[in-house]
């Protein structure tokens, strides 16, 4: 008489939560935060040394270096941080698929919503696990532009050596305006990222503590298995 076969029960481990804000994405934006600042304060120094608008000279209380020289000194230190940590955030983002989960897609739909929404102050943003069509299209503009700025200023430092770089724009002078315009339009989203975290404190907090534990389909993904 054949004995019945006995299975031994796997253990079922559950899955690892997953914060909103993995620490190794808090690491790199904390990081950028203060690159950027550098690169701000001390790309203003270098501007004033050689202004391109006649009418806007920065003041010294808000630039760094104390000669134009020291300035690039900050610059290039900055610059190296930014890029450095730029390459390991799109890396990450790409590779985890973080950015396909949260910044797409994109509807025209959901852009006339928004837009709607916000031009009537009824824009809420009370689930920080969503970005609306506003949130996506300036994170994904605000990399494009740091991208660009990037590449414009490879060009500016190395115009000889980035020589196939430089010819994408032109003239020297238009280098100097495309990195210009990419510096102001930073500024203006930092402007509007700090005053959206003002008026959502959460998400100020959840990028220092990692926020909600979210479910982005992974936990559901290894149970199905």
Known sequence: MSMPAVTSAQPIHAPRPRRLHPLPLRIMHWINAIAIFIMIGSGWKIYNDDVIFGFLHFPDWIVIGKWAQHGLQWHFFGMWIFVLNGLAY???????????????????????ATVGEA??????????????????????????????????????????????????FGTFQTIRLVHFLCM????????????????????????????PVVDDGAAKTKAAR
């Open 90 to 112: 799109l890396t990450y983002g790409i590779a985890t698929g973080r950015f396909r989960r949260k910044l797409f897609p994109i509807s025209l739909r959901e852009i006339f």
């Open 184 to 211: 102001s339009a930073i500024v203006g989203f930092i402007l509007i990222h700090v005053t959206l975290a003002l008026l959502v404190p959460q998400s100020l907090v959840a990028m220092v503590t990692g926020g």
């Open 119 to 168: 031009l009537s102050f009824r824009l809420r943003h009370d689930d920080l696990t969503h970005y609306n069509a506003v949130q996506k299209i300036l994170y994904l503009g605000v990399m494009c532009v740091g991208i660009l700025i990037v590449i414009s200023g490879l060009a500016l430092w190395k115009p000889v050596q980035f020589s196939e770089l430089a010819a994408l």
